[in-house]
């Protein structure tokens, strides 16, 4: 076995030419898809960090039946907030933060120009645990402070209604029972979008919003902040085993369902770009293998004369090609691990569609990808060796010694 | 008991729709130590016999018994250990593993065993048979550095490493001139007398039949005892 292994490698280098080419081809191609799954990496990051760390948070918990109609920012049902749920959210292992919020729509005005608003109503200290990026999103002045009545808008309306720091914001909304109030709040920062529907967001004290829809102690929902962004369904499990029935416990993912359906096209896409580019690197390497079976008839009938078994040369030509494949792929794994390093020291500069801001995407690529990469490039390699492989190992004895 | 023993052995190709009778009734015997050429004009069926005898290709009537083991009729493939440990097999264009030095193509016959001896005893083996064939010097090159006569003594001791029963060589000097011609036919008669090596080699070259013990001609796809007076 370890002298086919030799055997195969010096074959390899026997037309060095041909074989630097196939590497060649298989390197680009495999550092293409490491680049690209890298460029990728960094957008969703951005994508998932915007909506898990930034404006939804990385676990929630709701009212049963609340979350069918959430789309309409209902008040019903809503969460008692005792200190005993509170304490008890807290004490759930991978839970950094709570913070409870109340999410509605109203009208923003400022003097006599008033717009249409949505208004998150949240616990102004322990809010930037749970959703770190808020504070990141802050274009222009402060976040909220504790014990004020500030405002935190979103730098599209605030120019609309023509808000500076400082100026008086009434909020107007209805109440669970529909009856109309109002309260007033200082603008003290402005936020940038991270998508479309951020860029009408209000963000005041959760004490105001309750004053606001008369719903004292209540919240319509809590978020909490975790330990690993990658381990949210474990703790959502471990949520849902503490606040019992009449509860709904979700993460992100299960909420901000548009984020993860872009996460699953770009996904699909790039598989099928691999596919492809797997599917034309397999005809490569079946094409230097087949002009190397041909070339070497003679050989391949000299070896088996001297007793030489047809699976030893069947192994033979699927050792080359594996070496092919893994040195390849290794090769271009390395350089696309390359590509996506420089591209993070600087950052890729990009507006996702309804950004207030251009955002900076860090490429990040796992070792995990690319020794996949390299995996599936050594087995394609194999695959594709298969009929070569087989033409070789099948040739006559009598007519291989007799060609030329 | 002879070495190989052939009764009334025919082989048919079949070309196209036409059936070409290459050996129509062979008899023959060799024994061990014994010194053979087998000569006759082109097409008269050399190639054809001595694949036969080499388990390299099946008879199509008759019986052919290597070592009193009737192997005629076995399949090329079951057949893979009897042709490397008893036969040995020298090519008329050499037929090197390119990529491998003189010593590699040596110890090859070896290494491909499925229970191969240790790497040492081989290494020691190939390089001893290189030194008997006079390729002591050179035992690190590639073929591609060596001459003809040279390649030629690669495969001999290619062919002897394994101590073969029996060494094959179908017109082994078809591609060298006269005087490494006769070196290598030199070093056959050598090693067939001091180690008695059993060689059976084809030629149709009159000039060198003259050195041979014994001579068997084949023409008509029949073998005959002696040279044919054709030549
Ligand atoms: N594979 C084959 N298919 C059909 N006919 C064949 C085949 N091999 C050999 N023959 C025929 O069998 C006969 C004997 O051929 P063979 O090669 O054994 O002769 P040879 O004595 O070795 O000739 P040479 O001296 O030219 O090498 C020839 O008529 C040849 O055409
Ligand atoms: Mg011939």
């Known amino acids: ?404 | 008991m002879p070495l190989i023993q052939l009764k009334d052995v025919h082989k048919e190709y079949l070309l196209g729709e036409n059936v070409v009778h290459a050996l129509k009734g062979v008899d023959m015997s060799v024994e061990k130590g014994e010194f053979t050429v087998v000569t006759g004009p082109s097409g008269s069926g050399k190639s054809t016999l001595l694949n036969i005898i080499g388990c390299l290709d099946r008879l199509t009537r008759g019986s052919y018994k290597l070592e009193d083991q009737e192997v005629g009729q076995t399949d090329f493939d079951e057949l893979a250990d009897v042709r490397n440990h008893k036969i040995g097999f020298i090519f008329q264009s050499f037929n090197l593993i390119p990529v491998l030095d003189v010593l590699e193509n040596v110890e090859f016959p070896c290494l491909i065993r499925s229970k191969p001896e240790p790497r040492k005893v081989i290494r020691e083996r190939a390089r001893q048979v290189a030194e008997d064939v006079g390729l002591g010097s050179v035992v690190h090159h590639r073929p591609d550095q060596l001459s003809g006569g040279q390649r030629q003594r690669v495969a001999i001791a290619r062919a002897l490493v394994t101590h073969p029963s029996l060494v094959l060589a179908d017109e082994p000097t078809a591609n060298l001139d006269s005087v490494t011609s006769n070196q290598i036919i030199d070093l056959m008669l050598k090693l067939n007398a001091d180690k008695g090596v059993t060689f059976l080699f084809s030629t149709h070259d009159p000039r060198v039949t003259k050195h041979a013990r014994r001579v068997l001609s084949i023409s008509d796809g029949k073998v005959s005892e002696g040279a044919n007076d054709s030549h």
């Not at chain 1, 030799?6 to 680009?28: D, E, P, S």
């Not at chain 1, 404006?55 to 789309?71: A, D, F, K, W």
């Not at chain 1, 669970?176 to 009408?200: H, I, K, P, W, Y």
């Not at chain 1, 696309?336 to 950052?347: N, P, W």
């Open chain 1, 1 to 404: 076995m370890g002298r086919l292994v030799g055997l195969a490698a010096r074959n390899l280098a026997r037309n060095r030419r041909r074989t630097l080419l196939t590497l060649a081809a298989l390197a680009v191609g495999v550092m293409a898809v490491v680049g690209v799954r890298g460029f990728l990496n960094g957008l969703q990051g951005m994508l998932i960090g915007g909506v898990a760390e930034g404006t939804i948070g990385p676990v929630l918990v709701h009212r049963t039946g609340y979350l069918q109609s959430m789309e309409s920012n209902p008040l019903t049902p809503n969460i008692l907030l005792t200190p005993d749920l509170l304490a008890r959210l807290r004490a759930v292992p991978g839970v950094t933060a709570v913070s409870p919020r109340l999410g509605f729509a109203g009208m923003a005005s400022v003097g006599d120009e008033t717009v249409f608003a949505i208004i998150s109503a949240v616990d102004e200290s322990q809010e930037p645990t749970v959703c770190p990026r808020r504070r990141e999103y802050l274009a222009e002045g402060d976040w909220l402070q504790p014990g004020r009545d500030d405002a935190v808008m979103g730098m599209e309306i605030a120019r609309g209604v023509g808000a500076k720091a400082g100026a008086r914001l009434a909020l107007i909304s209805g109440d669970a029972e529909g009856v109309m109030n109002a309260v007033d709040v200082t603008v003290r920062g402005f936020s940038a979008a991270a998508a479309q529907m951020e860029r009408r967001s209000v963000v005041i004290p959760l004490r105001k919003g309750q004053e606001l829809l008369r719903l004292e102690g209540r919240a319509t929902e809590i978020a909490l902040g975790v330990t690993d962004l990658s381990d949210v369904e474990a703790v959502r499990d471990r949520v849902a085993a503490v606040v019992g029935p009449g509860f709904e416990v979700s993460t992100w993912k299960d909420v901000a369902t548009t984020v993860r359906d872009v996460q699953a096209t770009q996904n699909a896409a790039l598989d099928l770009i691999t596919f492809i580019f797997m599917a034309i690197m397999l005809m490569g390497i079946a094409n230097t293998l087949l002009m190397s079976v041909l070339e070497r008839v003679r050989e391949i009938g000299t070896m088996l004369a001297v007793g030489t078994r047809r699976r030893q040369i069947l192994g033979l030509f699927l050792w080359e090609a594996l070496m092919l494949g893994v040195l390849g792929a290794t090769l271009g794994a390395l350089l696309g691990f390359g590509v996506v390093q420089l591209l993070a020291v600087k950052g890729v500069m990009l507006q996702p569609p309804g950004a207030s801001l251009p955002q900076k995407i860090i490429p990040v690529i796992h070792v995990v990808f690319m020794v996949r990469m390299v995996a599936l490039s050594a087995a394609g390699a194999a695959v594709a060796a298969v009929y070569p492989a087989w033409k070789a190992a099948g040739l006559r004895p009598v007519q291989a010694l007799a060609a030329v």
